[in-house]
């Protein structure tokens, strides 16, 4: 019973993690992300470029191969609906290559910002050393006498 609770107790720690709830919340924004750039490409950009091609619709695009033996269906190879996949992967990867390069942007001027900060604060003086203290005891007591 100890290593049950044991178990939980660091499965709860884990989970409490900043770094872990972050993903999962990135993960979900990206799930619901990646459903508005497939509409998008389904909906908006393909129909478009399906009617400058002259009416084509990409997602009924497809060659029927086949039956390669007597007796079988005929195989279909969706060309249209691959193509549209491709062109939402390359939409969301610009979208998430232009926010990780923002982000990088801001990191860059903040540790910039930082190092400037660091140059301008005045240079502390040292702490004497060890003999450098008892030269000024030294000195101290030669003029006492």
Excluded: C, H, Y
Excluded at 31 to 49: E, K, R, Y
């Amino acid at each position: 019973m100890e290593e049950k609770k044991g178990f939980f107790s660091e499965f709860r720690d884990f989970v409490s993690r900043g770094n872990v709830i972050d993903l999962a919340v990135g993960v979900i924004i990206g799930g619901a992300f990646s459903a508005i750039t497939a509409s998008l490409v389904n909906d908006i950009i393909m129909p478009l470029v399906g009617l400058f091609l002259g009416g084509i619709d990409f997602s009924t695009w497809a060659v029927t191969v086949g039956p390669l033996m007597p007796g079988a269906e005929p195989s279909v190879v969706k060309l249209g609906v691959f193509i549209m996949a491709i062109i939402n992967f390359l939409i969301l990867a610009l979208v998430i290559f232009t926010i990780v390069r923002k982000i990088n942007k801001i990191r860059e001027k903040q540790a910039a910002k930082l190092a400037e900060k660091e140059e301008e604060a005045p240079a502390e003086d040292p702490a004497p050393t060890e003999a450098e203290l008892l030269t000024q005891i030294l000195e101290v007591l030669k003029a006492g006498k």
